[in-house]
Nanobody
Framework: QVQLVESGGGLVQAGDSLRLSCGASGRSFSTYTMGWFRQAPGKEREFVARISWTGAITYYADSLKGRFTISRDNAKNTVYLQMNSLEPADTAVYYC????????????WGQGTQVTVSS
């Protein structure tokens, strides 16, 4: 079992940066692939980024490459999402999720943190 809690969201202006954090409980955090997703008002949830359990492999949504960076600290049971050059289109609730080794889907989700980017 993994419980996830996101933090770091807020209201920022276009061009600003934010770093989201996702703290995880549970002994097996270091074995999970971790992902970030987001859902804007009136839209479906979309993939943002994921990181392998070692942190060595990362993957991003094409539209976000170069602006967002995912990282993790297994000693702190935390995964991060650094977001730079934010745009109003980045406004959404951001969720972190955990996928167990061998699983095809993310089985654990946080409650989300709101990011609002004003123009």
């Amino acid at each position: 079992q993994v419980q996830l809690v996101e933090s770091g969201g807020g209201l920022v202006q276009a061009g600003d940066s934010l770093r989201l954090s996702c703290g995880a409980s549970g002994r097996s955090f270091s074995t999970y692939t971790m992902g970030w997703f987001r859902q804007a008002p009136g839209k479906e949830r979309e993939f943002v980024a994921r990181i392998s359990w070692t942190g060595a492999i990362t993957y991003y949504a094409d539209s976000l490459k170069g602006r967002f960076t995912i990282s993790r600290d297994n000693a702190k049971n935390t995964v991060y999402l650094q977001m730079n050059s934010l745009e109003p289109a980045d406004t959404a609730v951001y969720y972190c999720a955990a996928r167990a080794a061998g699983a095809s889907q993310y089985g654990y989700w946080g409650q989300g943190t709101q990011v609002t980017v004003s123009s």
